[in-house]
């Protein structure tokens, strides 16, 4: 990979990052990328869709105070570059003046090496993997009636530069392979997912792979079908580990993003150094763990990609920093400026974001529980970032009943508010796991990023089901 696929050479590079300056803003960086996404889609056997996008564009951004100026052009010609440069630099207030910068390269470290991009394979190849699990679905069970299989894979090469005199390359791949089935008995219907990826190649999946993905798929369907309706009530809830690890990142990583808390809408404004979770709670956001589908080399600011201890033992060490918000709170940044793409201006957003373990063994958890729920898979939630109040809807989810899971429930949802879910934290279990490549966050812009969590019990929470 090299400038010249831009059309950049650092002379280029500097004359545009000097026109962006030329207002007296404070700094000024350049996001130049090419992309391009690949996306198939399997149902009822037959390939139903499949589909390629490239895009290709640079972002200039400059920066006074509070104050972004941000304009981009997906035209590489240095007259449209240098136009853009000048209108992003029309939000600062001083009067025009030459400048100059000197880029030079500045070295990262590659935490996600990949030698076979599936954005490179054949759509044959791709289609042979999709017919492996879809193949596999349907033997696994004759409750099954439907399957659907979708794979999607992302190549982003990317040039960033700014006025420290910084100039960064990096190619960034992604990959997600999901199977869906939905499984019938008696009139009933049941749907569930399983897959996975990250930062991989397409060695990653293998036929062992692609046909656990199919059975847990069905094994979820197949338990759904019969489940029973799920209790309501204030109960204890034991987290599994893994999956679970959305409920943190949606209840307590969103409210930690500096920007809540710089404008003070977030429910830990204000509370750094204090303690804000259960001692046994230490919380990280982390750039750098190999090859997860959340981690960056270097952010879209040219930051490096730090580990950076949220929560440690239940004390409010940190927020997640882009520059802006680090600026304001006189702190370095923690490597969290991120973007969808060149259209966007970076924001500080989780990479992956996890609970450490602890001491206690995932059946001594579930042997404490007289009464609860144990959940193990979730479709997803929300929350009110100003209050911490949340809503999730688990997929697989256990009764618990005399220290044993003895029924599969359905139909509930989990609410609660994440500072006084921490605060009841009462066991987290030596059963730390990442969760499987799959989410997606959105905050008006879409990343990727992981999540992670060991078993956790919970004292108490709301849980949405069927009273009686």
């Known amino acids: 990979m090299t400038m010249d696929q831009f059309r950049l050479t650092p002379a280029r590079i500097n004359r545009i990052l000097a026109a962006a300056m030329s207002r007296s803003g404070d700094f000024a960086d350049i996001f130049c990328e090419q992309s391009r996404f690949n996306s198939l889609a399997m149902e009822e056997g037959i390939l139903k869709s499949a589909a390629m996008d490239i895009e290709q564009g640079i972002g200039v951004r400059v920066v006074k105070g509070e104050k972004t100026g941000y304009a981009y052009s997906e035209v590489f010609d240095?007259?449209?570059?240098?136009?853009?440069a000048r209108s992003a630099a029309s939000i600062a207030d001083g009067n025009a003046r030459p400048g100059t910068v000197e880029v030079k390269p500045y070295k990262r470290p590659d935490y996600y090496p990949v030698s076979d991009p599936a954005a490179e394979r054949s759509l044959d190849s791709k289609i042979q993997l999709i017919n492996i699990a879809d193949a596999h679905a349907r033997k696994v069970s004759k409750k099954v009636t439907k399957v659907q299989v979708t794979m999607v894979d992302h190549q982003a090469v990317i040039l960033m530069a700014d006025t420290r005199g910084r100039l960064v390359t990096d190619t960034r791949p992604m990959l997600r392979f999901t199977v869906t089935v939905v499984a019938e008995e008696n009139g009933e219907r049941q749907q569930a997912r399983s897959g996975d990826g990250g930062r991989v190649g397409i060695s990653y999946l293998t036929r062992e792979r692609l046909e656990s993905f199919a059975e847990n798929a069905v094994r979820e369907a197949e338990l759904l079908l019969s489940a029973r309706q799920a209790p309501a009530g204030m109960l204890p809830v034991i987290l599994g580990p893994g999956d679970s690890g959305i409920l943190l990142h949606e209840a307590i990583g969103h409210p930690l993003e500096a920007d809540?808390?710089?404008?003070?809408?977030?429910?830990?404004?204000?509370?750094?150094n204090e303690m804000v979770a259960d001692p046994q709670c230490t919380i990280i956001d982390d750039g750098t763990v190999p090859n997860e589908r959340g981690s960056i080399n270097f952010d879209d600011e040219l930051n490096d990609s730090l580990k950076t201890v949220l929560i440690e033992e239940g004390r409010l060490t940190s927020y997640m920093y882009d520059e802006i918000s680090a600026r304001y709170f006189e702190r370095e940044s923690s490597g969290n400026g991120r973007r969808e793409s060149y259209k966007f201006q970076p924001l500080p957003r989780?990479?992956?974001?996890?609970?450490?373990?602890?001491?206690?063994?995932?059946?001594?958890?579930?042997?404490?529980?007289?009464?609860?729920?144990?959940?193990?898979?979730?479709?997803?939630?929300?929350?009110?970032?100003?209050?911490?109040?949340?809503?999730?809807?688990?997929?697989?989810?256990?009764?618990?009943?005399?220290?044993?899971?003895?029924?599969?429930?359905?139909?509930?949802?989990?609410?609660?508010?994440?500072p006084d879910v921490l605060s009841k934290v009462t066991m987290v279990a030596d059963d730390f796991r990442m969760s499987a490549g799959i989410w997606t966050c959105g905050k008006g812009q879409q990343v990727p990023v992981g999540v992670g969590l060991p078993t956790i019990k919970i004292s108490e929470m709301t849980v949405g089901g069927q009273k009686g």
């Open 78 to 84: 240095e007259a449209a570059l240098l136009e853009a």
């Open 350 to 418: 989780m990479r992956t974001t996890y609970m450490l373990p602890g001491k206690y063994s995932h059946d001594e958890i579930i042997a404490s529980t007289q009464r609860g729920v144990f959940c193990k898979t979730f479709k997803g939630g929300q929350v009110d970032i100003s209050s911490g109040n949340f809503i999730f809807v688990p997929s697989e989810a256990w009764l618990v009943e005399n220290g044993k899971l003895t029924s599969p429930i359905k139909n509930f949802s989990l609410i609660g508010n994440g």
């Open 260 to 272: 809540f808390n710089r404008k003070g809408s977030s429910a830990y404004t204000g509370r750094m």
